[in-house]
């Protein structure tokens, strides 16, 4: 990495940090600038960026584009071990929770003064997760020659669940029981192979469940 490049993304990574804990209207320029190792008050953002909503933007597609990388992670799924399949997912989402906890800042913040980057930012942090998990999932029960069910509602409960003990856990400082993410992830994991042993799907898939990708 250059060191404008550098510059670039510790530029980025401060006005999100700022962005979330103050919101949009009250972070400055300079406030960025100094956050990110800036003279502030110097122009020194506008070598990299046109203004303030640019490098909002630009913020927002960097965080995003780590969710992008759903598809990819589930193609590295490993192949007849739901169990580990099921780890594999918890971690990933926990993890992908914790990079984009700024993100989640920003948007319980200034959703309303930015509708059209909010919906944006709801279909790619929801939206499309939900439904590569759902393919997943109906391409789980296919081969393993499973009757048809409600997978678009079964990857709700599943990712939502963890965003949920997640947040607790960000804006509380503690989850109830003082559980940890080993126990909550075991127990998640052995819901998710109840409830696959239940439709017909065991732990030993034979068939190839590797995930395709939508044009495969």
Known sequence: MSKGEATRDRILSAAMKL??????????????????????????????????????????????????????????????????????????????????????????????????????????????????????????????GAEPFDSQALALIMVESLSAYWLMRQSLGRVPGDLNDERFIATWVDLGLTYARAKGITAEVTGPTRCRSSGS
Do not use: C
């Open 19 to 144: 962005f979330a804990a103050q919101g949009y209207a009250q972070t400055s320029v300079g406030a960025i600038e100094q956050a990110a190792g800036l003279a502030p008050r110097s122009g020194a953002l506008y070598q990299y960026f046109e203004g303030k909503e640019d490098v909002l933007r630009q913020a927002v597609d960097r965080e995003l584009a780590h969710l992008d990388s759903l598809q990819q992670a589930l193609d590295m799924l490993p192949l007849g071990d739901l169990k580990a399949e099921l780890t594999f997912l918890a971690r990933w989402n926990l993890s992908s929770l914790e990079q984009r906890s700024d993100l989640l800042g920003f948007l319980r913040r200034d959703a309303a003064a930015f509708p059209e980057l909010a919906q944006e930012i709801h279909e790619r942090m929801t939206g499309q997760p939900l439904e590569q998990v759902a393919g997943w999932i109906d391409r789980l029960a296919a081969d393993a």
